[in-house]
């Protein structure tokens, strides 16, 4: 059975790491009943839960499939799975697009307006509270 979350990046090194195939404890918001299950992004001042499970798969409705999301530091690694690597702003744009071009990062001309992205978790063990 497959499980469904979204990440929606807060910026600001505010945000968890994801990448495809790797099973570890991750930290959701608390939601209510038929609400979608969303990162923690330290963000927001809501309860939080977390689980272990296995990431499946992380997917964007702009840039397709992704592989990993390393959002450690002022600016975000993306690499995607057609093998693209994007940096991302975190900080004093954040969104700012650019990508490895020829060893190097440039300026990127693709504007992104909603980073959300959906991941799929093969497993996910049950939501406990954090205390």
């Known amino acids: 059975m497959t499980i469904n ?23 959701f918001h608390k939601t209510a009943a038929n609400e979608a299950l969303k990162f923690y992004s330290g963000a927001k001042e809501n309860d939080a839960v977390k689980a272990t499970g ?22 975000y690694t993306l690499v995607l799975q057609d093998g ?27 504007v992104i307006t909603d980073w959300t992205l959906a991941v799929q978790f093969a497993s996910l063990s049950p939501l406990t509270p954090i205390k």
């Open 54 to 75: 296995t990431i499946s798969a992380i997917k964007h409705n702009v840039l397709g499939d992704i592989e990993s999301v390393d959002a450690q530091g002022l600016d």
């Open 5 to 27: 979350a979204l990440w929606i990046p807060a910026w600001y090194e505010l945000d968890p790491s994801i990448v495809v195939g790797v099973t570890e404890e991750f930290v």
């Open 84 to 110: 693209r690597r994007l940096l991302v702003n975190a900080e004093e744009n954040p969104g700012l697009v650019y990508e490895w071009v020829d060893d190097s990062w440039q300026p990127s001309d693709m």
